[in-house]
């Protein structure tokens, strides 16, 4: 009777521990840019969200975009994202209008740079050379799109735009295939690239980074931003940060992205943001 009566304590222990462990791992919600199409980003991110499933203990979703226009939208009017990682221009416009907290943020400065195959000529200016030329970028309200205008503010001075990438890798693959003469895209992207002439870069903002929603429970998102300071010395996510052109994470702050969504008030639905307040 004892042994039975043992067997089902343990049991029932057992049963319990399980029940506490499943109790406190929550379900995360993990926004991304669309630097990729929603067929590829699952698998690009997938080696980041096991890590951070298996480091944090809780059960992280990738939420994806169809592409700028829907993203851009979504920030507007969903509040069920609990994590975003995004550029500056958008890690600036979630803490100011929704409250939520940068976490961590690549450790480069980003900057855009237009690259081409063939210098300008010397005697020509860098910028010029590309009025009314085939020029490939992703679409509004792309960080890098965002600064090709301020680079051509007059619509007679422009180059031919032409928003048809769907990743930073496919615009330079769209130059060598003739199809454009030159792409906006991160000034990292000419280190993969060496054959490409950067014609001219940008000004720099803080890097990329991972932001937390003010209803996230402030212990899971420090878990978050402790396992993605560490991220970089998991060698199997190497190829992770290199797809991002990141080589690690540091801790962010809002107060260095302030000022960063002006780079936003071009384009359509700026301020008119639906999503609850915190």
Partial sequence: MQVDVRQRLCAGLVLWATGALSAQAADVNLAVEPFHTP???PEVYAP???YLNNTTGHNFKLITARNYHFYWSDLRSRADIDIAFE????????ASHFGYVPLAKSVENTSYSLLTLDPPPEDEDSLRSLVARRLV???APNLGFALLLELYPNPMQQPDVRSSATSWRESAEIIFAG???AAMAPTWLQNLYPNLYPVHQTRQFPGAAFSASPRLDPD???????ALLKLHEDPELYEVLNELGVSQFVDASASEYAGSESMLKAFYGYGDDSA???
């Avoid at 550029?87 to 979630?94: C, G, M, N, T, W």
């Avoid at 899971?220 to 402790?226: K, Q, Y």
């Fill in 39 to 41: 067929e590829r980003a």
């Fill in 48 to 50: 980041l969200i096991a």
């Fill in 87 to 94: 550029e500056a221009h958008f890690v600036d416009y979630r």
């Fill in 137 to 139: 970028c992703m679409p």
């Fill in 179 to 181: 199809e454009a003469d």
């Fill in 220 to 226: 899971i998102a420090n878990a978050v931003r402790e």
């Fill in 276 to 278: 609850p307040k915190p």
